[in-house]
């Protein structure tokens, strides 16, 4: 699977239903977001925990309203194109998610966000093959699994400041007592020049599944799509789709 980080940053605001949009309509797989918990305890799509980067004004989104929050231009720092795009609430991200699309749905906020997920899961009858529940926060994982173990989790973790010795000394075995201990379906971790296909195949042995981000480079995509991962989320969809269908055909 090919999944879409944010949307489609590069062609429109990342995590708006603009972006989302663009990449369901360009064959994506899945698409993946960021969501938090606001002051009154709606879940809106968000990277950071606060709005300067995407917007004029600085709010802190768990001690903002959802009001508050949509009052917001989060559209036109990237073109004016998308003036007046606002942050997306779950509701409307599941919304727009046709019935074959995946919704790698990343946890930012504290266990705190669970219940108020779930009810929105059950409120809505989204299809639960339909989400990915990803965090690294494995007490949120564990949490959302006990209340609702039909749902996929994935634990998160970054490589991106791993060498070789420490990739190794980060050993399976200890990341797979931890999925267990947690009861997630796989991994998802950040792509590094020192993960192999030995490393991966030994969760893959276990019954886990395995994924990777955030992967633009081709070649890296070529390699990773070879060894047999689940999923890869990458900013460039349309290069590493081609990666995919060439594979498949092969």
Not at 158 to 176: G, M, P
Request: net charge positive; with cysteine.
């Amino acid at each position: 699977m090919i999944i879409a980080h944010r949307g489609l940053p590069k062609e429109s605001p990342e995590n708006t239903l603009a972006a989302f949009r663009l990449a369901i309509a360009q064959g994506a797989d899945g698409i993946e977001g960021d969501f938090h918990l606001t002051k009154d305890k709606r879940i809106v799509c968000i990277h950071d925990s606060h709005t300067a980067r995407v917007a004029n004004k600085k709010l802190i989104v768990k001690d903002s309203t959802l009001a508050e929050l949509q009052k917001l231009d989060v559209g036109y720092w990237f073109n004016s194109a998308f003036k007046n795009e606002k942050i997306p609430t779950l509701e409307e991200v599941l919304a727009i998610l046709p019935s074959e699309t995946k919704l790698f749905l990343e946890i930012k906020s504290d266990p705190e966000i669970v219940p108020y997920l779930l009810r929105i899961l059950k409120n809505n009858r989204i299809n639960l093959n339909q989400l990915v529940i990803i965090s690294f926060n494995s007490k949120t994982l564990k949490n959302v699994k006990q209340q609702m173990p039909e749902l996929k989790t994935l634990l998160l973790l970054s490589l991106k400041t791993f060498n070789s010795i420490k990739l190794s000394s980060l050993s399976a075995h200890k990341l797979l007592k931890k999925l267990d201990d947690i009861d997630a379906d796989g991994i998802s971790t950040s792509v590094s020049q020192f993960l192999n296909k030995n490393y991966i195949y030994q969760f893959i042995a276990r019954g886990y599944e395995y994924h990777l981000w955030t992967v633009d480079n081709k070649k890296i995509a070529e390699k990773f799509i070879k060894i047999g991962i689940n999923s890869i989320t990458t900013n460039n969809l349309n290069t590493i789709r081609q990666i995919q269908y060439s594979s498949s055909r092969n």
